[in-house]
């Protein structure tokens, strides 16, 4: 990621088990503070926390927002770090996205399996990426695709 001087900060995991991987990787990461990366840890215990009792919504009708100040994630960390994750996993803005969605999301990531902690960026548009693909199959099947019309 860079900031807005074009400074550069990479979030990269080292090859540990799942979530220390994770875990590991915010710890060396620079583009926050050494405390702020501490509070990561903290909501990283708390989710694996509610993995081990089964629970899978702590925070009801609470957005994502609000529920990330109530664990103490400051506003550089919810920047670098859960907005984008956020927007990636939910397409929504954390001050929209329901809480509960995002601990599902939180709950797979610090999770056994350390591709699940991946994020992926798109180096080509989404509707070449998907849509095209889907309606060329589409079409091939004998089916129409229409763009713009009323369902």
């Known amino acids: 990621m ?10 990269a995991c080292p090859p540990l088990p799942a979530p220390a991987h994770l875990l590991a990787g915010v710890l060396r990461w620079r583009a926050i503070p050494f405390r702020e990366r501490l509070n990561v840890l ?9 993995q081990r009792r089964g629970v899978t919504d702590t925070a009801s009708n609470a957005t994502v927002t609000n529920w990330l100040i109530s664990l103490g994630q400051s506003e550089g960390l919810r920047h670098w770090l859960w907005t984008p994750l956020v927007l990636a996993a939910l397409n929504q803005s954390p001050d929209r996205a329901r809480a509960s969605s995002f601990q599902r999301v939180l709950m797979e990531m610090f999770g056994p399996s350390p591709q699940a902690s991946s994020i992926g960026l798109a180096t080509v548009p989404l509707d070449e990426l998907y849509a095209e693909p889907a309606a060329a199959f589409v079409r091939r099947a004998g089916g129409e695709v229409r763009l713009r019309t009323r369902a």
């Open 42 to 50: 903290r909501l990283g215990l708390t989710v694996r926390g509610m």
């Open 2 to 11: 860079a900031d807005l001087d074009g400074h550069r900060h990479a979030l």
